[in-house]
Protein backbone atom coordinates (compact mmCIF):
# COMPACT_ATOMS: atom_id res chain seq x y z
CA UNK A 1 0.00 0.00 0.00
CA UNK A 2 1.35 3.72 -0.50
CA UNK A 3 1.35 6.57 2.06
CA UNK A 4 -1.94 7.69 0.84
CA UNK A 5 -3.70 4.37 0.67
CA UNK A 6 -2.69 3.81 4.37
CA UNK A 7 -4.08 7.48 5.25
CA UNK A 8 -6.91 6.98 3.48
CA UNK A 9 -7.45 3.10 4.93
CA UNK A 10 -8.37 4.15 8.46
CA UNK A 11 -6.31 1.59 9.71
CA UNK A 12 -3.19 2.24 12.72
CA UNK A 13 -0.10 1.92 11.28
CA UNK A 14 3.13 1.40 12.56
CA UNK A 15 6.00 2.73 10.24
CA UNK A 16 9.91 3.04 10.21
CA UNK A 17 12.11 4.57 7.77
CA UNK A 18 15.80 3.67 7.86
CA UNK A 19 18.60 5.89 6.00
CA UNK A 20 21.00 3.62 3.84
CA UNK A 21 23.69 4.78 6.32
CA UNK A 22 22.71 2.67 8.92
CA UNK A 23 22.65 -0.55 6.90
CA UNK A 24 25.70 -2.02 6.23
CA UNK A 25 26.12 -3.57 3.62
CA UNK A 26 25.21 -0.12 1.98
CA UNK A 27 28.22 1.03 4.32
CA UNK A 28 30.14 -1.55 3.17
CA UNK A 29 29.81 -0.82 -0.27
CA UNK A 30 30.28 3.43 0.15
CA UNK A 31 26.82 3.51 -1.32
CA UNK A 32 24.71 5.16 1.59
CA UNK A 33 22.35 7.85 -0.20
CA UNK A 34 18.84 6.38 -0.05
CA UNK A 35 16.21 4.56 2.56
CA UNK A 36 14.61 1.81 3.23
CA UNK A 37 10.67 2.41 4.64
CA UNK A 38 8.42 -0.33 5.99
CA UNK A 39 4.50 0.36 6.82
CA UNK A 40 3.17 -1.98 8.95
CA UNK A 41 -0.53 -2.52 10.63
CA UNK A 42 -0.10 -2.13 14.00
CA UNK A 43 -2.67 -4.84 15.07
CA UNK A 44 -1.77 -7.69 13.00
CA UNK A 45 1.77 -6.96 12.74
CA UNK A 46 1.33 -8.04 8.88
CA UNK A 47 3.63 -6.16 6.28
CA UNK A 48 1.43 -3.52 3.94
CA UNK A 49 4.08 -1.90 2.04
CA UNK A 50 7.77 -1.13 1.94
CA UNK A 51 9.87 0.98 -0.06
CA UNK A 52 13.44 0.81 -0.67
CA UNK A 53 15.89 3.54 -2.46
CA UNK A 54 19.30 1.93 -2.45
CA UNK A 55 21.82 -0.54 -2.39
CA UNK A 56 20.73 -3.83 -2.26
CA UNK A 57 17.09 -3.38 -2.69
CA UNK A 58 16.34 -5.31 -5.78
CA UNK A 59 17.29 -8.38 -3.30
CA UNK A 60 15.27 -6.88 -0.17
CA UNK A 61 11.88 -6.19 -2.25
CA UNK A 62 12.19 -10.08 -2.33
CA UNK A 63 12.36 -10.92 1.13
CA UNK A 64 9.63 -8.46 2.03
CA UNK A 65 7.31 -9.82 -0.71
CA UNK A 66 7.73 -13.23 0.68
CA UNK A 67 6.62 -12.16 4.00
CA UNK A 68 3.78 -10.34 3.05
CA UNK A 69 2.80 -13.07 0.76
CA UNK A 70 3.31 -15.48 3.45
CA UNK A 71 0.69 -13.44 6.02
CA UNK A 72 3.65 -13.66 8.40
CA UNK A 73 3.67 -11.03 11.44
CA UNK A 74 6.33 -8.47 12.54
CA UNK A 75 7.77 -9.28 15.79
Known amino acids: ?3 DE ?9 A ?7 VTRAV ?3 ETQGFIKISVDAETKQILGAAILGT ?3 EVVHVLLDVMYARRRIR
Open 6 to 14: LRKSGRPIL
Open 28 to 30: EKG
Open 1 to 3: MTD
Open 56 to 58: GGD
Open 16 to 22: AKYPMSQ
